[in-house]
């Protein structure tokens, strides 16, 4: 199996609020988490890739102060979104890829995604 | 600069009607082509096709990666309106991040 949860599914927060949203892997283990952002009817973004141990490596214009990335274990990685804005509002999901052991070559390439979490800021 | 492109953007069809999707690609360390379909929610994983001229199938689904001419094509066979979703065609590039591209929506009308 490959199941990656996300928590919480909806979040609403006033503005300058900080909220953090967990990325789980249920069924295996994930040295490598993705975190990704998608606005309306657009694809998705990649925001930063997350892996176990060691710090995140964010893409150009992300804000790595802004959006925190922890990746504590193999199997949860957590993303910050600090002192929200309204224009931070958008659909944020996680994927997971396997590690080697757990799914050999086409297992770690393949990522598996959360269901996603709305966060709008008022 | 890496790019996957799809088309067409966007598709309405009857069901019971076979549609084809199709993804073309640029990009400068290829790995793999993953589709995924996704709903209301996060995306789904469909398939993964590495190596050239092997058709992937599950189900009414179905999808062949042609690397010389560097596109693939996700059929779908006697569509259903559970069918209905966005489609997207991802890439991996060596550095195992992944490229989407814009994702081709699909509307199965009964």
């Known amino acids: 199996g490959a199941v990656v949860s996300q928590h919480p599914s909806r979040v609403i927060c006033k503005s300058g609020t900080s909220v953090k949203i967990e990325c789980r892997s249920l069924?295996?283990?994930?040295?490598?988490m993705f975190w990704y952002r998608q606005f309306p009817k657009q694809s998705l973004m990649l925001m930063a890739t997350?892996?176990?141990?060691?710090?995140?490596?964010?893409e150009q214009g992300v804000e790595k102060d802004k959006f925190l990335i922890n990746h504590a274990s193999l199997t949860l990685s957590t993303l910050t979104v600090t002192s929200a804005h309204p224009e931070d509002s958008s659909f944020y999901i996680c994927?997971?890829?396997?590690?080697?052991?757990?799914?050999?070559?086409?297992?770690?390439?393949?990522?598996?995604f959360g269901p996603g979490t709305r966060l709008t800021v008022l | 600069e890496d790019k996957v492109v799809q088309s067409p953007l966007s598709l309405v069809v009857h069901e019971g009607d076979t549609v084809t999707l199709n993804c073309s690609y640029e990009v400068t360390n290829f790995r793999s082509l993953l589709w995924y379909k996704q709903e209301k929610k996060a995306p789904t994983f469909l398939f993964m096709l590495?190596?050239?001229?092997i058709e992937k199938k599950s189900g009414r689904l179905s999808s062949i990666l042609d690397k010389k001419e560097l596109f693939s094509i996700l059929n779908i066979t006697a569509t259903q309106t559970g069918d209905s979703a966005v489609y997207l065609c991802?890439?991996?590039?060596?550095?195992?991040?992944?490229?989407f591209g814009q994702g081709t929506r699909l509307t199965i009308n009964p």
């Open positions: 590495t190596s050239s001229g």
């Open positions: 991802a890439l991996i590039q060596g550095a195992q991040k992944l490229v």
């Open positions: 997350s892996n176990e141990g060691s710090k995140a490596t964010y």
């Open positions: 069924d295996f283990q994930a040295t490598t």
């Open positions: 994927s997971a890829r396997k590690s080697w052991l757990a799914g050999g070559w086409e297992g770690t390439d393949t990522q598996y």
